[in-house]
């Protein structure tokens, strides 16, 4: 067995929504998915693409369904209100905690369990 200093994988961030974080940002994925133009939220503009060419470069599964499950499971949610598109309605997923100008954040992100309060979180990132 490789330890895990000599795993490919060393240097990729361990949880999901670092992982996440940094697949969005990528300029090469854009055509795939990107940040919504206010940075609190994402779209996934071709699921095909995410599919075939983005997921396997982040995560061990390349299948959608187990994408979007895990997004169910870190808490993200999918916007309510439809943004639609020339062809299609785009899908948008936003998590209070996940925020493009805010990594930060991140490390209150959890799976299952009881979230800090984002008012809390703030008072203590952002000092008058």
């Known amino acids: 067995s490789c330890p895990s200093s000599c795993s490919k994988s060393s240097n990729k961030p361990s949880r999901f929504p670092e992982s996440l974080m940094l697949m969005i940002s990528d300029k090469y994925n854009i055509s795939a998915l990107r940040w919504m133009e206010d940075g609190l939220s994402f779209t996934i ?24 499950r895990k997004l169910n499971r870190w808490g993200f949610k999918l916007k309510q209100d439809e943004c639609f598109t020339e062809s299609a309605t785009q899908t948008v997923y936003f998590h209070e905690f996940f925020r493009r100008d805010s990594p930060l954040l991140l490390q209150n992100m959890k799976t299952g369990g009881k979230e800090l309060p984002i008012d809390k979180i703030e008072s203590q990132l952002f000092v008058d």
């Open 45 to 68: 503009v071709d699921k095909k693409q995410l599919e075939t060419e983005v997921l396997g470069k982040y995560f061990r599964s390349v299948r959608y369904p187990s994408f979007r």
